[in-house]
């Protein structure tokens, strides 16, 4: 996770290898595409139909929030530097220490609430696990030692003195709770799958293939492996024009040292510890060879992941139980080929079992699940990735005291069961939640995640019916890194007397149960248009609207548009909503142009 909102806590954050085999130890995991149209024959039995609701974890998921998950032994309180007398800026979490039961209760709300599998992320730059084979985060640190520390200050932003100093007390404050459970000797990556056991639920490892969280400060920050700071292992190409440049000198794969100490970790994670799946983490970041790879680079990398496969396949002939294996990966399979990662090929040839197409940190909207498939081929599994972020457009509470350039949709059932429901109806296999637990904001008021919202979610007959808020992608320039994040079809500009047509997944809605269809066009405060037409799916125009301020269904606290935006609402039957695909067309009947900031969509009980 990367942020550039200051306040956002969640803004932490051997050489040579065996000859590559292509040959499968077991049968393949997937005979037949997996469907939730509801018009398809039912899928035959495979090893992944007990993973239909992932829920990845990021290596601090438990340390975020010790006050929910270890309440009596921590609260939130603001405190005085121990150096200054003053008193900190904002609250933050004291006590401890961190046990390891904070992880078992962590495990134990998601399993009450439907999950069957916890992908957990093992790794940044480093390992955050105490390996034993590579880096680990904590390697060399001293209790109490804050200028370990201080070299990763600039990646977060922070380079005022007093604030630096702020950042090491609470970092340093956030870091012991690792260090509490090494000094009990718990190893917290082994007590996920201890804890995930203990409450049937599967554990899965996801590794970060190229995680740019210490790249502002390659010599200093903490986060950084040894192998990175050497300038000869890093691409030099990945970057163009102005976006986040010192975010793009990843690790190069090219670099048999690069793969070497990779696929150690991934070795580690596989062999030593209790998982049974695998998942490559290609979105933090999309950064593997120099863009253009030759087919040379292509294949060679293609052998490299192959070498995966087979590790995974060992795995599960030992356990006697599949070991699934795949990508988190951007929609854009083009430029990820170009950076050497050719997504096709290993699907096609059998060495990947699942595909988890997504967005960096906003949800996708208009993921081409249906494209994929064609492309993919029948055998794999291709899931629907939520991610925490509605879109980029700006929100707030009521009397605008809470703030927010990013809706976090973990504190909206509704916006999760429209985002679910719309990947469902394109038939993929099951969900993965990704940054889900970024909605427990402590210090925003009423911004909390809900984890009952988990449970079913996979289900599309569960969803119909049921309130949903739909959004659209919107572009933003932290929001959208490019080339690898879908182009936002939105904000768009339309000129006098011109149309535009929008389209978005979503599910169809029964007919009996009184619902209603509400879009609500966004436009930029300063327009006024006298006619603006809203059709769906080739139905006549609407001209009838009502101009609002109000979102369609709260986010949390978060209730209403900013002053930059107006909302004009429209109203039609709800049986105008297909499975899959759905048009939105926006006319401007004016003369002066005007621009369409986003476009969202509730299914609602009708109001008359």
């Not at 709300?109 to 730059?125: Q, R």
């Not at 890194?481 to 047509?501: C, K, N, V, Y």
């Not at 139905?539 to 109000?550: A, D, Q």
Request: charged letters at 25%; one cysteine or more.
């Amino acid at each position: 996770m990367k942020s550039e909102n200051k306040k956002n806590r969640r803004d932490f954050l051997r050489s040579g290898l065996l000859t590559a085999t292509t040959a499968p130890l077991l049968p393949n995991l997937l005979a037949t595409a997996p469907t939730n149209r509801p018009d398809a024959a039912p899928p035959k039995k495979n090893a992944l139909d007990n993973h239909r609701n992932l829920f990845n974890g990021d290596t601090c998921v438990y340390f975020y929030n010790p006050e929910l998950w270890q309440p009596e032994d921590y609260a939130l309180k603001t405190v005085a530097n121990p150096r200054t007398g003053k008193m900190g800026t904002k609250p933050v979490a004291v006590g401890g220490p961190f046990k390891a039961k904070a992880i078992h209760r962590y495990v134990d709300v998601l399993a009450d609430n439907g999950i069957d599998t916890f992908v957990i992320n093992a790794n940044a730059n480093r390992a955050w696990y105490p390996s034993k084979k590579i880096p680990s985060i904590l390697d060399g640190y001293k209790r109490g030692d804050r200028n370990f520390f201080r070299g990763h200050a600039i990646c977060q932003g922070i380079t005022e003195p007093e604030a630096v100093e702020e950042f090491l007390d609470n970092f340093s404050r956030f870091m012991d709770r690792y260090q509490d459970l090494i000094d009990a000797g718990v190893d917290w990556l082994a007590e996920t799958s201890k804890a995930c056991r203990r409450r049937k639920i599967s554990p899965w490892v996801s590794i970060r293939m190229n995680d740019m969280h210490g790249s502002r400060n390659v010599e200093g920050s903490f986060f950084n492996l040894p192998l990175f700071k050497k300038d000869e292992m890093r691409l030099k190409h990945a970057s163009y024009g102005l976006q986040n440049a010192q975010d793009r000198i990843g690790l190069n794969y090219e670099k048999p040292e690069v793969r070497a100490l990779m696929f150690e970790q991934i070795r580690e994670v596989v062999e030593d510890y209790d998982f049974e799946g695998l998942e490559l983490d290609w979105w933090r970041q999309p950064l593997c060879c120099e863009p253009g790879a030759s087919p040379e680079t292509v294949a060679m990398m293609n052998d490299w992941f192959r070498q995966i496969r087979a590790l995974t396949q060992r795995q599960a002939k030992k356990t006697g139980k599949p070991y699934p294996f795949g990508m988190r990966i951007p929609g854009a399979l083009g430029p990820l080929k170009e950076i050497g990662v050719d997504v096709v090929t290993l699907c096609q040839d059998g060495t990947l079992d699942f595909v988890i197409p997504g967005g960096f940190w906003p949800t996708t909207w208009d993921m081409p699940h249906d494209e994929f498939r064609k492309q993919l081929g029948g055998r794999v599994a291709i899931y629907g990735s939520i991610d925490d972020g509605a879109n980029s457009l700006p929100t707030q509470n009521e009397s605008g005291t809470v703030k927010e350039r990013m809706r976090y949709i973990g504190a909206s059932p509704a916006i999760e069961r429209a985002n679910a429901a719309g990947k469902l109806a394109m038939g993929v296999h099951g969900i993965e939640w990704f940054n889900f637990f970024c909605s427990d904001q402590p210090l925003q008021s009423g911004i909390r995640a809900d984890y009952t919202a988990l449970r079913d979610i996979h289900k599309l007959d569960f969803l119909r019916g049921k309130p949903k808020h739909y959004c659209f992608s919107t572009a933003g320039a932290f929001f959208n890194p490019t080339p690898f994040e879908l182009p936002a079809q939105m904000p768009a500009s339309i000129g006098p007397f011109a149309q535009r047509p929008f389209k978005l997944a979503m599910c169809a809605e029964p007919a009996n149960q009184n619902l209603e269809v509400v879009v609500q066009v966004v436009l930029k405060a300063d327009d006024k248009p006298a006619h603006l037409p809203v059709s769906i799916n080739g139905c006549w125009p609407n001209l009838k609207n009502e101009s609002t301020g109000k979102l369609l269904l709260p986010c949390g606290s978060l209730t209403h548009l900013t002053k930059d935006h107006v909302g004009y609402n429209y109203r039609f039957p709800v049986s105008l909503i297909a499975d899959g695909w759905n048009q939105i067309v926006v006319e401007n009947q004016n003369k002066d142009l005007i621009t369409v900031a986003a476009i969202e969509i509730a299914i609602l009980p009708k109001t008359a």
